[in-house]
């Protein structure tokens, strides 16, 4: 199978179950920020942030997938049948999980603090902000269009990123600028 299909060249694309669509629709354009967070999350596994954070960063970037899976089919005729395509409350509960786990390593918040750090945590903070404008474009798209799961996943999703940045600069011994 060739990777260049020359159907996309007249500026369309074909949802999952096969309806084209504008590269332009807004429902690509949501797709397209989810896939770009799940890129810079590849990019923050390359780096060096210790075991713990690596696991859960590839198991993010999984349910990524599976969210860009669902918004690429708002039909659900594919994504329902496929079980790794799922995004559920369960998911949503693994991040708060994460994120209640990952608070025990960084001193509460007393005000807000500049993005940047070390490699790992400015990384981090970059897909935080790109995370925000995936859901800010998911949202876009109207709430009887999307799971409320997504939208839900999304939004912890930012809060955890943020809190793996705090972390990854502590262990790095990089501290934090207040503002």
């Not at 096969?18 to 923050?44: P, T």
């Not at 960063?57 to 860009?68: M, N, S, V, Y």
């Not at 935080?128 to 859901?135: D, G, I, K, M, Y």
Request: glycine fraction near 10%; charge should be neutral.
């Amino acid at each position: 199978m060739k990777i260049y299909t020359r159907t996309g060249d007249s500026g369309e694309t074909a949802l999952l179950g096969g309806k084209r669509v504008s590269k332009a629709d807004a429902r690509v354009g949501a797709y397209g920020d989810v896939d770009e967070l799940n890129a810079w999350l590849g990019l923050v596994r390359a780096g060096a942030v210790g075991s713990e954070l690596m696991s859960m960063l590839e198991r993010i970037q999984r349910d990524l997938f599976a969210i860009g899976a669902r918004l690429a089919d708002p039909g659900g005729t594919v994504a329902n049948r496929v079980a790794k395509a799922a995004v559920t409350a369960e998911d949503v509960a693994r991040l708060e999980g994460w994120i209640d786990q990952l608070e025990t390593h960084v001193p509460a918040l007393r005000c807000f603090i500049l993005a940047g750090g070390s490699q790992a945590g400015a990384s981090l903070h970059v897909a935080r902000t790109v995370c925000r404008r995936a859901e800010r474009t998911v949202v876009a798209l109207g709430t009887a269009h999307v799971e409320p799961a997504i939208l839900t996943y999304l939004n912890r999703l930012s809060d955890l990123l943020f809190v793996m940045a705090r972390v990854a600069n502590r262990r790095d011994g990089v501290p934090e600028l207040e503002w």
